[in-house]
C-alpha cells in the first residue's frame, strides 16, 4: 500500500466537496482520477500532500519542498476521516510553481535529478587520478575500490543517465539547440516541460500528474504515452485526454457528488461500466420506491385497524431501510445544441497552391484542397508549426505568401479563438449574445445561457472576471447562437471537462454545416473530423480520414522505413564480414598496449552517447534500444579492459 483515504470529508465555507471519499493505490498502480471540474480531484491531491508533509521526516531538499511545490501554500486536513501513507513514500508532483537552479541550462537542470550519480562519477574520476600518483603498494586497493564503484555506477545507470535525459527532453519537444539555454529564458510551457522532464527521470514511487499534457502538442503526448506504458512505478494522472487514459491506466477512480466509485480498468471500460452499473442502480431505485409507496399505502389502511401490529413493524423497517439514491450528476451537463443554418454552395473552401507563414519563414508550400459542405477538415501538428497561422491565412486576417483561398457561396463563418479574444472584457455575459440578437427577449437569451451553464445572477457577471473555463462556455455559446454555416475552431476543448467535450462532439457531429478545426484532442478529432492536413513545420501532408487512421498509416509507413535501415544495415555487414580478415590479439598484452584500446573504447563511448542524444533516435524505441544495448556491451567491454590492465601490471611487477 502506497497511500489509503478512508471515509474521507471536506468542506469549504457551505459547500460540501467530498462525502465519504474511500480508496487504495499500491505499488505499480496505473490509476486515472476523473470527475467533473469541480468535483473535487485537487482537493483530494491538496490533502494528500498536506499528509505527506506532516509525516516527512527527512530534511533533503526536495522533501523539504515538495509542500511549497504544491497547490496552496496553507495545510489542508479533512474534516472527518483518515489518510494514511506508507513511511518514507517518494511522491513526485508536476508543480505549478517551477524552481531551477539559478544560471543553469535546460540539460543541466534535467540532469540535476541525478546529482547522486554525478558524486559517483565525480569520485571515480579522483581515484583514476589517483591510480597515477599512489605507489604501486597502494595501487591494489584503488583499483578494488574503483572497480566496486564502477559496478554501483553501472547498475544506478550512470553510464546512460545523460541518453536517457536527453531522450526525455527529446521527447517532450526540445531540440538539439535548446539544450545549452539558460531556463531563466524558458516561456511558460517550456519550464512545465522541463519540469516534467526532470519529474519522469527522478523516479519516485509515485508519480502525481495533474494535466501533464498541458504545453504538449500531440507527437509529445503520444512519447509520453509510451513512456508511461513502461514506467515500472505507480503514478496517477488527472486529465481530460481521453486517448491517454484508455492507453496508460487500469484503474478509474471517479469523484461524482462527493463520492468516489473504483473501476478496474482504463477508461473505455469505466464508461461502459458506469452506464451499466446506473441502470442497474435506477432499477434498484424504482424498485425501492414502489416497494416504500405499497408498504406507506400498507401503513396508512392498517395503523389504526386489526393489523395495527403489522403496520408498526412495517413503519420500523422502513424507517431502518438503507435508502437507494435516484442517479444524479453533480451538475447539469451543457447541452451544446447547434440551432439550424443556412445552406451553404456544395463547395465551401478551395485551396490551391497556397504558401503561408511569414516574410522571414515559409512553414508549408504548395498546399491544396476542397472542402464540400458537411466535411470536417482537422488541421494537426507539433507546437510552433503554423496551425493557428494557417486558419488565420484562410480567414484573411494573414495574407497569404503565394496561392488562392476561395470560400464558396453564402458562407458564414464564425471563429473560435483559443485566446478568447472574440470576447469583450467589459461585456457582461448576455450581452455578448445580445450582440448578436440586440432586440431578443432577455428570457431567451438567458435560456440559451442557461444550456452552457451560465444561470441566475451568473449571466450578469462581467466578462474579463471569469476563469477560462467559463471564457471558453461563453464563447462557443456566442459561436453556436449566431447559427453561422461554417465553424473555424482553434482548441475549442481546451477549457471544458470531459462531460462538456463530449457533449460538444455530439452537437458537431448533427452539424449540417463545415467545420475547419485545430485540435490536440485525438478523441474529439476522431469523432469529427473526416481529413487532417498534418504541418510539420516544413511543409505540409493531406489525408482523408480520421485521426486514428493517419496516426496508423504514420506507423506503417515509418515501419517500412525502419524495415528497409534493417535490411540495408544487414547487407553491408554481409559484405563487410567477406572481406573482413580477422586478426588473433596476442595472448598477453602489455599495459600500453591495452591503455591505447581503454582510449579507443572511451572514444566509442562518446561517440555512441552523440548518436544516442539524436532527434530519429529519441523517437524510434527500437533504435533507441539497440544503441543502448551496444552502449551498455562497451561499458562491459571497457571494464574488461580495466582488469586486463591490472592483470598485465601485475605480470610485468613479477617478471621485474
Same mark, same amino acid.
Given at each position: 500500500?502506497?497511500?489509503?483515504?478512508?471515509?474521507?470529508?471536506?468542506?469549504?465555507?457551505?459547500?460540501?466537496?467530498?462525502?465519504?471519499?474511500?480508496?487504495?493505490?499500491?505499488?505499480?498502480?496505473?490509476?486515472?482520477?476523473?470527475?467533473?471540474?469541480?468535483?473535487?480531484?485537487?482537493?483530494?491531491?491538496?490533502?494528500?500532500?498536506?499528509?505527506?508533509?506532516?509525516?516527512?521526516?527527512?530534511?533533503?531538499?526536495?522533501?523539504?519542498?515538495?509542500?511549497?511545490?504544491?497547490?496552496?501554500?496553507?495545510?489542508?486536513?479533512?474534516?472527518?476521516?483518515?489518510?494514511?501513507?506508507?513511511?518514507?513514500?517518494?511522491?513526485?508532483?508536476?508543480?505549478?510553481?517551477?524552481?531551477?537552479?539559478?544560471?543553469?541550462?535546460?540539460?543541466?537542470?534535467?540532469?540535476?535529478?541525478?546529482?547522486?550519480?554525478?558524486?559517483?562519477?565525480?569520485?571515480?574520476?579522483?581515484?583514476?587520478?589517483?591510480?597515477?600518483?599512489?605507489?604501486?603498494?597502494?595501487?591494489?586497493?584503488?583499483?578494488?575500490?574503483?572497480?566496486?564503484?564502477?559496478?554501483?555506477?553501472?547498475?544506478?545507470?550512470?553510464?546512460?543517465?545523460?541518453?536517457?535525459?536527453?531522450?526525455?527532453?527529446?521527447?517532450?519537444?526540445?531540440?538539439?539547440?535548446?539544450?545549452?539555454?539558460?531556463?531563466?529564458?524558458?516561456?511558460?510551457?517550456?519550464?512545465?516541460?522541463?519540469?516534467?522532464?526532470?519529474?519522469?527521470?527522478?523516479?519516485?514511487?509515485?508519480?502525481?500528474?495533474?494535466?501533464?499534457?498541458?504545453?504538449?502538442?500531440?507527437?509529445?503526448?503520444?512519447?509520453?504515452?509510451?513512456?508511461?506504458?513502461?514506467?515500472?512505478?505507480?503514478?496517477?494522472?488527472?486529465?481530460?485526454?481521453?486517448?491517454?487514459?484508455?492507453?496508460?491506466?487500469?484503474?478509474?477512480?471517479?469523484?461524482?457528488?462527493?463520492?468516489?466509485?473504483?473501476?478496474?480498468?482504463?477508461?473505455?471500460?469505466?464508461?461502459?461500466?458506469?452506464?451499466?452499473?446506473?441502470?442497474?442502480?435506477?432499477?434498484?431505485?424504482?424498485?425501492?420506491?414502489?416497494?416504500?409507496?405499497?408498504? =406507506?399505502?400498507?401503513?396508512?389502511?392498517?395503523?389504526?385497524?386489526?393489523?395495527?401490529?403489522?403496520?408498526?413493524?412495517?413503519?420500523?423497517?422502513?424507517?431502518?431501510?438503507?435508502?437507494?439514491?435516484?442517479?444524479?450528476?453533480?451538475?447539469?451537463?451543457?447541452?451544446?445544441?447547434?440551432?439550424?443554418?443556412?445552406?451553404?454552395?456544395?463547395?465551401?473552401?478551395?485551396?490551391?497552391?497556397?504558401?503561408?507563414?511569414?516574410?522571414?519563414?515559409?512553414?508549408?508550400?504548395?498546399?491544396?484542397?476542397?472542402?464540400?459542405?458537411?466535411?470536417?477538415?482537422?488541421?494537426?501538428?507539433?507546437?510552433?508549426?503554423?496551425?493557428?497561422?494557417?486558419?488565420?491565412?484562410?480567414?484573411?486576417?494573414?495574407?497569404?505568401?503565394?496561392?488562392?483561398?476561395?470560400?464558396?457561396?453564402?458562407?458564414?463563418?464564425?471563429?473560435?479563438?483559443?485566446q478568447l479574444n472574440t470576447l469583450s472584457p467589459n461585456n457582461r455575459v448576455i450581452d455578448e449574445l445580445r450582440e448578436i440578437e440586440p432586440f431578443a427577449e432577455e428570457l431567451k437569451l438567458r435560456s440559451f445561457l442557461a444550456v452552457f451553464n451560465f444561470r441566475g445572477d451568473d449571466v450578469f457577471k462581467r466578462v474579463g472576471d471569469l476563469s477560462g473555463g467559463e471564457k471558453g462556455r461563453l464563447s462557443l455559446a456566442r459561436l453556436i447562437y449566431s447559427q453561422v454555416n461554417v465553424l473555424v475552431l482553434d482548441e475549442p476543448t481546451n477549457h471544458l471537462d470531459i462531460a462538456s467535450r463530449e457533449a460538444l462532439e455530439t452537437a458537431l457531429e448533427s452539424f449540417t454545416g463545415t467545420i475547419i478545426v485545430v485540435s490536440h484532442d485525438r478523441y474529439f478529432l476522431d469523432r469529427i473530423a473526416t481529413a487532417i492536413v498534418y504541418l510539420d513545420g516544413l511543409g505540409a501532408e493531406i489525408f482523408d480520414g480520421t485521426y486514428s487512421e493517419y496516426s496508423e498509416f504514420c506507423q506503417q509507413r515509418q515501419a517500412q522505413q525502419?524495415?528497409?535501415?534493417?535490411?540495408?544495415?544487414?547487407?553491408?555487414?554481409?559484405?563487410?564480414?567477406?572481406?573482413?580478415?580477422? =586478426?588473433?590479439?596476442?595472448?598477453?598484452?602489455?599495459?600500453?598496449?591495452?591503455?591505447?584500446?581503454?582510449?579507443?573504447?572511451?572514444?566509442?563511448?562518446?561517440?555512441?552517447?552523440?548518436?544516442?542524444?539524436?532527434?530519429?533516435?529519441?523517437?524510434?524505441?527500437?533504435?533507441?534500444?539497440?544503441?543502448?544495448?551496444?552502449?551498455?556491451?562497451?561499458?562491459?567491454?571497457?571494464?574488461?579492459?580495466?582488469?586486463?590492465?591490472?592483470?598485465?601490471?601485475?605480470?610485468?611487477?613479477?617478471?621485474?
Amino acid at each position: 500500500m502506497l497511500f489509503r483515504f478512508e471515509n474521507v470529508h471536506k468542506s469549504y465555507a457551505a459547500q460540501e466537496v467530498l462525502r465519504g471519499v474511500s480508496f487504495q493505490i499500491n505499488p505499480g498502480e496505473k490509476v486515472g482520477l476523473v470527475g467533473r471540474n469541480g468535483a473535487g480531484k485537487t482537493t483530494l491531491l491538496k490533502l494528500l500532500l498536506s499528509q505527506l508533509a506532516l509525516q516527512k521526516k527527512s530534511s533533503s531538499v526536495s522533501e523539504k519542498n515538495l509542500w511549497k511545490n504544491s497547490y496552496t501554500e496553507e495545510l489542508e486536513h479533512p474534516d472527518i476521516g483518515e489518510i494514511s501513507s506508507a513511511s518514507s513514500l517518494s511522491v513526485g508532483l508536476l508543480a505549478q510553481h517551477h524552481r531551477f537552479v539559478e544560471g543553469s541550462t535546460v540539460l543541466e537542470s534535467a540532469m540535476s535529478v541525478f546529482s547522486h550519480l554525478r558524486e559517483m562519477e565525480a569520485k571515480m574520476k579522483m581515484l583514476e587520478a589517483e591510480m597515477t600518483r599512489v605507489e604501486e603498494e597502494a595501487l591494489e586497493q584503488i583499483l578494488h575500490s574503483y572497480s566496486q564503484l564502477q559496478i554501483d555506477f553501472e547498475m544506478r545507470g550512470g553510464f546512460t543517465c545523460q541518453s536517457q535525459t536527453e531522450s526525455v527532453l527529446f521527447g517532450l519537444g526540445f531540440k538539439k539547440d535548446e539544450f545549452s539555454k539558460s531556463v531563466a529564458h524558458l516561456s511558460g510551457g517550456q519550464q512545465s516541460r522541463l519540469s516534467l522532464a526532470m519529474l519522469l527521470l527522478a523516479g519516485h514511487d509515485i508519480l502525481l500528474l495533474d494535466e501533464p499534457t498541458n504545453h504538449l502538442d500531440i507527437k509529445a503526448v503520444e512519447w509520453l504515452e509510451e513512456f508511461l506504458i513502461s514506467y515500472k512505478s505507480a503514478y496517477i494522472i488527472i486529465s481530460h485526454d481521453r486517448f491517454m487514459l484508455d492507453k496508460c491506466v487500469n484503474k478509474i477512480i471517479e469523484i461524482e457528488n462527493g463520492r468516489s466509485n473504483i473501476y478496474p480498468g482504463n477508461y473505455s471500460f469505466y464508461v461502459e461500466e458506469k452506464e451499466a452499473r446506473q441502470k442497474a442502480q435506477q432499477a434498484a431505485y424504482e424498485q425501492q420506491q414502489a416497494m416504500i409507496e405499497r408498504t =406507506e399505502e400498507f401503513i396508512r389502511r392498517n395503523l389504526a385497524g386489526q393489523k395495527t401490529k403489522q403496520a408498526k413493524s412495517r413503519r420500523n423497517m422502513l424507517a431502518r431501510l438503507e435508502r437507494v439514491e435516484a442517479i444524479e450528476s453533480s451538475q447539469s451537463v451543457a447541452n451544446f445544441s447547434i440551432r439550424s443554418v443556412a445552406r451553404s454552395g456544395d463547395i465551401a473552401l478551395t485551396v490551391k497552391d497556397l504558401s503561408f507563414g511569414y516574410e522571414t519563414r515559409t512553414l508549408a508550400h504548395n498546399l491544396s484542397l476542397q472542402l464540400r459542405r458537411g466535411e470536417s477538415l482537422a488541421i494537426v501538428g507539433g507546437n510552433g508549426t503554423g496551425k493557428t497561422t494557417l486558419l488565420r491565412t484562410l480567414l484573411g486576417q494573414n495574407p497569404p505568401l503565394a496561392g488562392e483561398i476561395d470560400w464558396g457561396s453564402n458562407v458564414n463563418i464564425g471563429y473560435y479563438d483559443q485566446q478568447l479574444n472574440t470576447l469583450s472584457p467589459n461585456n457582461r455575459v448576455i450581452d455578448e449574445l445580445r450582440e448578436i440578437e440586440p432586440f431578443a427577449e432577455e428570457l431567451k437569451l438567458r435560456s440559451f445561457l442557461a444550456v452552457f451553464n451560465f444561470r441566475g445572477d451568473d449571466v450578469f457577471k462581467r466578462v474579463g472576471d471569469l476563469s477560462g473555463g467559463e471564457k471558453g462556455r461563453l464563447s462557443l455559446a456566442r459561436l453556436i447562437y449566431s447559427q453561422v454555416n461554417v465553424l473555424v475552431l482553434d482548441e475549442p476543448t481546451n477549457h471544458l471537462d470531459i462531460a462538456s467535450r463530449e457533449a460538444l462532439e455530439t452537437a458537431l457531429e448533427s452539424f449540417t454545416g463545415t467545420i475547419i478545426v485545430v485540435s490536440h484532442d485525438r478523441y474529439f478529432l476522431d469523432r469529427i473530423a473526416t481529413a487532417i492536413v498534418y504541418l510539420d513545420g516544413l511543409g505540409a501532408e493531406i489525408f482523408d480520414g480520421t485521426y486514428s487512421e493517419y496516426s496508423e498509416f504514420c506507423q506503417q509507413r515509418q515501419a517500412q522505413q525502419e524495415q528497409q535501415e534493417r535490411q540495408a544495415a544487414a547487407r553491408l555487414r554481409a559484405a563487410t564480414k567477406q572481406t573482413k580478415v580477422k =586478426e588473433k590479439p596476442p595472448k598477453l598484452r602489455t599495459p600500453l598496449e591495452i591503455e591505447s584500446d581503454v582510449e579507443q573504447t572511451e572514444r566509442s563511448i562518446a561517440n555512441l552517447s552523440e548518436a544516442l542524444s539524436s532527434v530519429e533516435v529519441a523517437r524510434s524505441p527500437e533504435k533507441l534500444s539497440q544503441l543502448q544495448q551496444q552502449y551498455e556491451e562497451l561499458n562491459q567491454r571497457l571494464e574488461a579492459l580495466y582488469t586486463e590492465w591490472e592483470i598485465s601490471m601485475q605480470n610485468s611487477e613479477a617478471k621485474a
